[in-house]
């Protein structure tokens, strides 16, 4: 099968069962787990991709945590958002200078995902539990790495490379 047809196929049925999964099993928001799984792509798949992005992914996570935090210790009003953000903004890029943690957008999925999840659960970064959202962000993040690795080892075993056809042996 040529290889956009098999990633047709496993992104597609895994796709499906991690909508299903994270509506009834394993309560997070499905858009950060498809977030992951797109950064592992983009940090270029297989073993190294999935470190690198669950790496950066918590590490964005983190930064956000203590953005929130700050924020809700010091007060929301706009100022004091925006300075608190662009600190953990620029935490982000020198996070970035670790070798695993080098690339940044990765770890600015994180921190998004952190805040969406924040809003989306109403719950804010100091609920305790399970219900906290960089708890429930951090297990949604790591959730849609592994989705992306098993899509990538599926998608390979059904690719067919370099098998030559009928016609390519014919001299």
């Given at each position: 099968m040529k290889k956009l047809d098999a990633y047709s196929v496993s992104i597609g049925v895994l796709g499906a069962i991690d909508t299903y999964l994270t509506a009834t099993l394993i309560l997070v928001p499905v858009w950060v787990t498809f977030i992951a799984w797109a950064s592992f792509f983009?940090?270029?798949g297989k073993t190294s991709g999935l470190k690198q992005s669950i790496a950066s992914n918590?590490?964005?996570?983190a930064i956000a945590s203590l953005t929130l935090?700050?924020?809700a210790a010091l007060g929301s009003n706009p100022l004091i958002v925006a300075i608190c953000v662009g600190l953990g903004s620029a935490a982000m890029v020198q996070a970035s200078k670790v070798p695993l943690l080098r690339a940044i957008p990765a770890i600015?999925?994180?921190?998004?995902?952190?805040?969406?999840?924040t809003i989306a659960t109403d719950k804010a970064i100091t609920t305790p539990g399970l219900e906290n959202p960089a708890l429930v962000a951090a297990a949604a993040m790591i959730l849609g790495g592994v989705f992306g690795y098993l899509?990538?080892?599926w998608g390979e075993a059904m690719t067919t490379q370099g098998v030559p056809t009928r016609e390519q042996t014919r001299v």
């Open positions: 983009i940090l270029g918590l590490t964005g996570i935090l700050a924020i600015v999925w994180g921190f998004a995902s952190t805040v969406g999840t899509s990538e080892i």
